[in-house]
């Protein structure tokens, strides 16, 4: 399966548990190894989706009418969390050069818990140092793996959960459509579980922009096989054409609340979301993408050109005098 076939599968429920390791710090437990190179590969896809989504999370955090929160618990203004965020980027950042992502089954889970998706080290939630931490993703449910679960993990460098919020909300019904969701996770001013609401919807979309990019490139590709050159550049670059910039942010802002009601707990509306994706730059970040993709096309074009004309120029006379 290629990492484009397991993103496919948007994940639109929420990653549970993710709980702290019980193992000592710096070593992760036997049965984990290293990522392979197609883990690699998705990992480093997921890290970066996640980069590229924080500008939009961080928008949206300071649109929200309260329920601000950091490493400590509850916080008194968007600020301490937008610190709190930055902080777990850096997080990411660091573990991901490092080397400090793994994998392993189901079986060496935190605690045996056949329900985690990953989990962070150390087990006593305090660690003084980031090289004494690791993050071990769940092998045996690769498909559920996404940026949101990457960001989650890497936040227990701050904090753990409290004692009871996992129970709460596996009692519910774990889904962004739930309103009880968003509810839970307020009540109990988690940190990882609200990175993850804010993070699962700019997520979501900028995995769903850049697979509807590559999928419009390969049909321009296959057309261009079949001899319509000229066709296919118009072709994509008529699917790639964006429109005014107002209807297309709030188009995905729509397609981010139809699914996801987590915002509207926080104050998010369909326009204020359409607002902060505006306000972090997606449209022009989306329009920079678009125009590479068209570039590449055009580039392949003309390098298919010149190789016919140089297998012209160098065929035997008797050849092209046919």
């Not at 950091?70 to 573990?95: K, L, R, W």
């Not at 080290?121 to 003084?128: E, F, H």
């Not at 129970?167 to 739930?178: C, I, K, T, V």
């Not at 910039?245 to 609340?257: H, N, R």
């Amino acid at each position: 399966m290629t990492i484009l076939d397991s993103l496919e599968r948007i994940t639109k429920s929420i990653i549970l548990p993710a709980t702290l390791a019980i193992t000592g710090c710096g070593e992760p437990p036997e049965g984990t190894s290293k990522l392979n190179d197609e883990q690699y590969d998705k990992v480093e896809y997921l890290v970066n989706v996640a980069k590229e989504a924080t500008p939009i999370v961080k928008e949206i955090v300071h649109s929200m009418n309260g329920g601000w929160v950091d490493e400590y618990g509850s916080a008194d203004n968007p600020e301490a969390m937008i610190d709190a965020i930055d902080e777990t980027q850096e997080t990411m950042d660091y573990y991901w050069a490092n080397g400090a992502f793994y994998a392993g089954p189901t079986s060496v889970m935190a605690g045996g818990d056949v329900n985690a998706i990953g989990f962070h080290s150390p087990a006593d939630g305090t660690p003084t140092d980031r090289s004494d931490n690791f993050v071990v993703l769940n092998s045996d449910e690769e498909d559920a793996w996404d940026s949101t679960l990457v960001v989650h993990e890497c936040t227990h460098f701050l904090c753990s959960h409290d004692a009871t919020i996992e129970q709460e909300l596996l009692a519910s019904n774990p889904d962004y459509a739930n309103p009880e969701l968003a509810r839970i996770i307020r009540k109990h001013n988690d940190f990882a579980y609200m990175q993850g609401g804010l993070y699962i919807g700019p997520t979501n979309l900028l995995v769903s922009l850049d697979l509807n990019r590559r999928d419009k490139l390969e049909e321009a590709r296959a057309r261009i096989d079949a001899g319509e050159t000229r066709e296919a550049l118009q072709q994509l670059k008529d699917d790639l054409e964006m429109g005014d910039k107002d209807e297309w942010v709030l188009d995905k802002a729509q397609w981010i609340t139809e699914w996801s009601v987590f915002y509207a707990e926080f104050g998010i509306t369909t326009e204020i979301l359409a607002e902060d994706l505006a306000e972090a730059g997606l449209y022009e970040n989306e329009m920079e993408k678009r125009t590479e993709v068209i570039d590449e096309l055009t580039k392949e074009i003309s390098e298919h050109r010149r190789e016919i004309v140089k297998e012209i120029q160098t065929a035997p006379i008797e050849w092209k005098m046919k």
